[in-house]
């Protein structure tokens, strides 16, 4: 059975910082791309950063280009978003998917708020 | 920057086809991609690259694209297709940049 485990996600004021997790079972992680992707609440999906297999290249959403740092470590089969300058308006329920779309976490929320 | 449009909303009775369409200039070139959503659920793949449908999903949801819109179809609607879709697709750029259509919810009668 394939698993994405989200964790990380939290309350935190406006400037900070956060690492989410995502741990991967089921699957030979490192052949695959990987992508976090977040929702606002009562809002569409929002495509937010993407990495390749070996963890060479990275692509980012506009709205979080030099603030969001997508990784990977194929070792942990683990996924990472680290999320720094953080703004009210990056308050949502992060996923992580595969970047074929067929597998998704559970999501992990977000809060920004002072 | 690209975008995707749908229909914010769409009903249909049990038994009725529901046709939920996605436009935007890119998708003669590029692949459409549909997700199902349930409240307080992630989102659930139910059509990739354009009309494939991944196992699991029951047969009456199928895809089709033409020009610039492709268009998930859902035949013999069922009470538990009651949800919110998207689609998504990426543009003509030549970098990597995914983007979501603002979503369809879907009202079973």
């Known amino acids: 059975e394939v698993q994405l485990l989200d964790s990380g996600g939290g309350l935190v004021q406006p400037g900070g910082f956060l690492r989410l997790s995502c741990v991967v079972s089921?699957?030979?992680?490192?052949?695959?791309?990987m992508s976090w992707v977040r929702q606002a609440p009562g809002k569409g999906l929002k495509w937010v950063a993407a990495?390749?297999?070996?963890?060479?290249?990275?692509y980012y959403a506009d709205p979080v280009k030099g603030r969001f740092t997508v990784s990977r470590d194929n070792s942990k089969n683990t996924l990472y978003l680290q999320l720094n300058g953080l703004r009210a308006e990056d308050t949502a329920m992060y996923y992580c998917?595969?970047?074929?779309?067929?597998?998704w976490g559970q999501g992990t929320q977000v809060t920004v708020s002072s | 920057s690209y975008e995707l449009t749908q229909p914010p909303s769409m009903s249909v009775s049990p038994g009725q086809t529901a046709r939920i369409t996605c436009s935007g200039d890119?998708?003669?070139?590029?692949?459409g991609y549909w997700y199902q959503q349930k409240p307080g659920q992630a989102p659930v793949l139910v059509i990739y690259?354009?009309?494939e449908r991944p196992s699991g999903i029951p047969e009456r949801f199928s895809g089709s694209s033409s020009g610039t819109t492709v268009t998930l179809t859902i035949n013999g609607v069922q009470a538990e297709d009651e949800a919110a879709y998207y689609c998504?697709?990426?543009?003509?750029?030549?970098?990597?940049?995914?983007?979501f259509g603002g979503g369809t919810k879907l009202t079973v009668l």
């Open positions: 690259k354009d009309s």
């Open positions: 890119a998708l003669p070139k590029q692949y």
């Open positions: 998917a595969n970047a074929q779309g067929n597998y």
């Open positions: 990495i390749s297999g070996d963890g060479d290249t990275t």
């Open positions: 998504q697709s990426t543009d003509n750029s030549g970098t990597y940049n995914v983007v």
């Open positions: 089921g699957i030979n992680f490192t052949t695959y791309a």
